[in-house]
């Protein structure tokens, strides 16, 4: 079954660590994207990847960085930079903008 | 930049109809999108028009497209209570920039 795979599902974070969330997808789409959804809200981008090698910032990318080395995978590093990470994290791919983004099931990160 | 705005919450009656509202501001938006998202999950795809068209109907899902005054709705007919979670709409953003911009949601609940 053609999918995204968000992993882990719970992540937790101590003080000064840097912590990776993983997102993959077999759906053969060329772009990927990472957002934040904090509870109540809607969703804020925080970057994004139209092709391999090359990535863009979104509206919050402070405290974050991401890697986009293969078509499948685009994961993001949440930084010690990121003094409030705790909210859900999704991930998204599409064909091509602007057609449909699928998303994945998120990772929830907490801070211990 | 692009805003989009929803009503936060609407309730109706298992079996009636519901609609939740949209309005955004990019004229240009070449898709505009709808998304359900249930507690703790991911976002679903629900339905997408194409900004050339005025309505598209899939199974219990209507979508109606105001160009003129940019508001989208989506009906759910014969609402059940499984319809229940956060609706989101999505559009373009007018920047330039490959990247939607979400409402905030409509919680809608059905009440049995």
């Known amino acids: 079954d053609g999918g995204i795979t968000q992993s882990p599902k719970y992540l937790f974070r101590k003080e000064g660590q840097n912590v990776t969330l993983s997102c993959e997808q077999n759906?053969?789409?060329?772009?990927m994207y990472w957002y934040r959804q904090d509870p109540g809200q809607g969703l804020r981008l925080i970057y994004y990847s139209q092709i391999v090698n090359d990535f863009q910032k979104g509206d919050i990318a402070e405290g974050y960085s991401v890697s986009r080395e293969k078509k499948e995978s685009f994961p993001l590093t949440v930084t010690s930079a990121q003094k409030n990470p705790t909210a859900f994290y999704l991930c998204?791919?599409?064909?091509?903008?602007?057609?449909?983004?699928?998303f994945g099931d998120g990772t929830r990160l907490s801070i211990l | 930049g692009e805003d989009v705005e929803q009503s936060l919450f609407l309730s109706v009656r298992e079996g009636d109809s519901s609609v939740i509202n949209c309005t955004y501001t990019?004229?240009?938006?070449?898709?505009l999108y709808w998304y359900k998202q249930e507690p703790g999950a991911g976002l679903q795809l629900l339905t997408y028009?194409?900004?050339?068209?005025d309505m598209k109907q899939d199974q219990r899902l209507t979508v109606l497209l105001n160009k003129k005054d940019k508001h989208l709705s989506l009906r759910i007919a014969d609402t059940q209570t499984g319809d229940s979670a956060i609706y989101f709409c999505?559009?373009?953003?007018?920047?330039?920039?490959?990247?939607?911009?979400f409402g905030s949601g409509t919680r809608l609940q059905v009440q049995p």
């Open positions: 759906l053969n789409h060329d772009a």
């Open positions: 998204a791919s599409s064909y091509r903008f602007p057609e449909p983004q699928h």
């Open positions: 999505a559009s373009e953003e007018g920047t330039g920039r490959r990247a939607l911009t």
């Open positions: 990019d004229s240009s938006s070449t898709y």
């Open positions: 028009i194409f900004s050339n068209m």
